[in-house]
């Protein structure tokens, strides 16, 4: 249900290449075209699929009573891949991660404890246990 995988672009039913800062033929990364609604996004490892940051992506379409759609949160990801795209076609919002907010978090306060592995883990418990609670579901997640 919530996976991580290696680096593409992904392009929603009616998203342009216009948003794209590269050609398609020489893009850094595969790029697929998706049903889902949105613009194009970046997919990559430490994301699962604030303020003048945007950290996560939803795209959603409905055709013919049937829902396509796609979330991705940046928790540990490397954002250089999003400078060559314009994110979901937003164009005054810089892309931010979990872990950057945390590394600012953490030279104000001295905190420095979370890695990689643990904010992936924290960040999918949390989707998985929000998913659960909003449909009603009594599935225990082992951990």
């Given at each position: 249900?919530?996976?991580?995988?290696?680096?593409?672009?992904?392009?929603?039913a009616?998203?342009?290449?216009?948003?794209?800062?590269?050609?398609?033929?020489?893009?850094?990364f595969?790029?697929?075209?998706?049903?889902?609604?949105?613009?194009?996004?970046?997919?990559?490892?430490?994301?699962?699929?604030?303020?003048?940051?945007?950290?996560?992506?939803?795209?959603?379409?409905?055709?013919?009573?049937?829902t396509?759609?796609?979330?991705?949160?940046?928790?540990?990801?490397?954002?250089?891949?999003?400078?060559?795209?314009?994110?979901?076609?937003?164009?005054?919002?810089?892309?931010?991660?979990?872990?950057?907010?945390?590394?600012?978090?953490?030279?104000?306060?001295?905190?420095?404890?979370?890695?990689?592995?643990?904010?992936?883990?924290?960040?999918?418990?949390?989707?998985?246990?929000?998913?659960?609670?909003?449909?009603?579901?009594?599935?225990?997640?082992?951990?």
């Amino acid at each position: 249900m919530i996976l991580q995988h290696q680096p593409v672009y992904t392009l929603g039913a009616r998203s342009s290449e216009e948003n794209l800062n590269f050609l398609m033929k020489d893009a850094p990364f595969d790029i697929y075209r998706t049903e889902r609604g949105g613009e194009v996004t970046y997919h990559g490892p430490g994301q699962i699929i604030p303020g003048d940051q945007k950290l996560a992506a939803i795209g959603i379409r409905v055709s013919h009573w049937i829902t396509y759609h796609g979330l991705a949160l940046n928790v540990t990801t490397d954002l250089t891949p999003f400078q060559w795209i314009v994110p979901c076609g937003i164009r005054d919002r810089r892309v931010g991660s979990i872990k950057g907010l945390l590394r600012e978090f953490q030279s104000f306060t001295g905190y420095n404890k979370a890695d990689d592995s643990f904010l992936t883990d924290i960040a999918h418990k949390s989707l998985m246990l929000d998913f659960l609670e909003f449909f009603n579901l009594n599935t225990i997640i082992k951990p």
